[in-house]
């Protein structure tokens, strides 16, 4: 029935991303009331049907594999113009499986190359702006999922998530990844975790210049939370950030401090299994710390008999010879520390 | 372009999905447990703000659940973005202390498997066998062009509501094409239509060949066998193998080479079960040893077996009628468990031994014997070096009538193997990793001589008495700790 409609349909991966472009501007400004509702419907599916398609070069499909010349057109075409930004701001408008579609085309075109270039880095970096569209949708129910996915696969560019880390997006993630809906929450997390460890050199360049305010809101926020899953995965996540050699002296300064060693205590005593062992990891630094300040050793050996007792109960469900070795060492650190005294 | 403009011709309806079901535990009332897996409860529940309207809320323990939520994310996650008519779709889902409820809707009906083992225990006659498994092929249609693979079809996961509706069910073990990514880099040289997964991942039963020998790798066609294994299932009331115990001694047999010539121990009933010719010709399209000969669901759909498909009120009356309810089953099933397990105890193959490792030789192959409609595994030959394959034997542990209930929900006699397989292949990493470490160690050639058997015996003796070693200074610290402490304190 919309046959003659369709009759023009273009051809070439150019002319499709072109079609894409057009209908994108008039999706952006459909809300006018002065254009007819069928016409505006026929114009959408055919937007949706051109996005599947771009998808579908972009992937391949069951019976055709991705032709990297194809793909370099296309996404040559999508970067000449705001087409990623139109598509993002128009994600809004898209029905559900479309949505998904640009989607994954936003996550595939942050992989391809031109010439050896990451064209979309470049891109990005000239609309940096985008990122705030896309972590603004974590406060939106029918978007969080999709922005999410496309904002996981843009922080793989180091200069965005560094655009991240620096700006006053990083204190929302503290919010976001405590929201009550678990998709959200999750998906929120995992990001804050890729930004959190993805990139060495830019984490560490992160946490030294912002390790005032960072880790006060960490604990503050996530390792006190009443949440069990935002302190399960919180403590974690600060073990693997204090773990990795790029961000040594962080952890200098993180296991230094008092506040610090008690909040990891207090994590220790938790009836969680999975939430003691993951806080023993971070609490064993505590304990091998060289230079202990005066105050730290203080409440160790205040506690010690306590400590010694609680470590020696956390036991992995699966033997594990390193925590076995790590508890042999701390315990020792420990019982040490009162001879020095 | 294969789509074409199939999801024009279907214009989805503007978009209020989630019906935004409240995040809050105290809105919900919990009635009756209907299912339970080895790390969550399906519950019977009604939601009070929304009309008091029934749902199903499984209740996952997260304490239980391994080290990272991954898995539990992406289950979230995907039941978030499937939409489609024969998916079963979360409401919400959110956390309670340390579990994570996952609110969908009621299917008062429970799972065909759990119906067939409680009312048709020589299977469904064939016309409600077509007109569940259309459904399913629906369900796997949207599922495959999603670029999702399910991974675990099964009866236990086709669930059915009073009105006759037929859902696919439990996403904790599919993969998506799309979301690799992250971990795999990127890199856009092959279709990711065409993607292989490797891991071992599913029911025994119901496996492809080719998810068994992980090596070669597999697609969505290995969804399509499981399907023809489902489709037997519900033929017979159970998969082909299933009437030996789970995996023990059925592996056990399978390593002495028993052949066998007859998959289903033949009661009366199944000996004179006669099946139609377009059901024998789909079923066997299905198990094609070659995955790629296997149908798509799109092609299946059009197999004469399912021409002249009956609807839900067939469903209703020919299926649903008389079969006691979902929590009335669920505490039958329960009792009649309690039961066996205490009789069962000293049985050889007994289901409930936990922890035991048995090997087996892996199966290279399936006959499908279209005349007598049944399968025959294909041993490799006696002197082929076979990879062995290590299944641990776990406890019965899955029962579940109303909804799923974690990963391969077995009910009854299908026991799920990915925890234990996962187990394995850490502790089988480890020990490479120990080996490797032995074997670094012993560089030297003081040991040159001594076979690596007796190396790594050696080791082993070595590593207890310093595990002994270490007990001992830690229960001595920990006294000598105590007693300063006391002294401390008649110090003060």
Redesign the interface.
Known sequence: M?KGFFKAKPKTPTELVRHTRDLLIFADRSAAPDIKDAKR?EKM?EL??LI??LK?I?????????V?ET?AQLTQEFFREDTLRLLIICLPKL???TR?HAT?IV??L???RLQSRLIACEYLEKNIDLMDILIAGYEN??LA?HYGAML??CI?HQSVAKYILDSDHMKKFFEFIQL????IA??AA?TFK?LLTRHKSTVAEFLSKNDDWFFADYNSKLLVST???TR??AV?LLGDILLDRSNSSVMIRYVSSRDNLRILMNLLRES???IQIEAFHVFKLFAANQNKPQDIVGILVAN??KL??LI?DINPE?EDEQF?SDK?QV??EI?AL?LNQ | ???E?R??DH??K??S??QHYP??SNCYKILDEIGKGVSAIVYKAICIPMESSVVAIKAID??KSK???EN??RE??IM??L?HPNILRAH????V??S?WVVMPFMSGGSLQSIIASSYPDGLPEPCIAAVLKEILCALSYLHD?GHLHRDIKAGNILIDSNGTVKLADFGVSASV?ES??SYG?????????RMFTDVTGTPYWMAPEVIHSHTGYGFKADIWSFGITALELAHGRPPLSHLPPSKSLMMKITKKFRFSDHYDKTKASKNKRFSKSFKDMVGLCLDHEPSKRP?PEKLLKHSFFKNCKGPDFLIKNVLQGVPAVEQRFKRAQIHRLKSKSSDEDDEGDDSSTGEIVKHRRISGWNFNEEGFELDPVFPADDAVAKQVVIQEKGNEENVEGCDAGRGSGGGAAPSVLDSML?LR??LDDQRQRVGQVIALLGGDEWGEMRREEQLMQEIVNLKME?EN?KK??LE??M???L??QLQLSNE
């Open positions: 919309m419907d599916v949706s049907k599947r398609d579908h972009l992937y391949g499909d069951s019976d055709s594999k991705p990297s793909c029905n559900f499986e998904k994954q996550a595939n942050q992989g391809q129910n029918d999922l996981r696969e793989r009550p809906n678990f998709d999750s998906d995992a890729e949440n069990y899953i399960r995965q974690k969680s299994k999975s010690r008999t010694v007792r020696a699966r076995d042999t315990i020792r019982a009162e | 372009m294969a789509y403009e999801e024009d214009p989805r503007a978009i999905i989630n995040l809050d997260l304490e080290a990272d939520f539990v994310r979230a996650k978030a973005l939409y919400c889902s959110f956390t202390n340390t994570l999603q799309y990514s992250l990127w890199s856009g040289s092959s279709s990711a239509m065409s798509t187990f850490e502790s595990v270490q200074k830690r610290l920990e000598e700790l105590e300063m402490k």
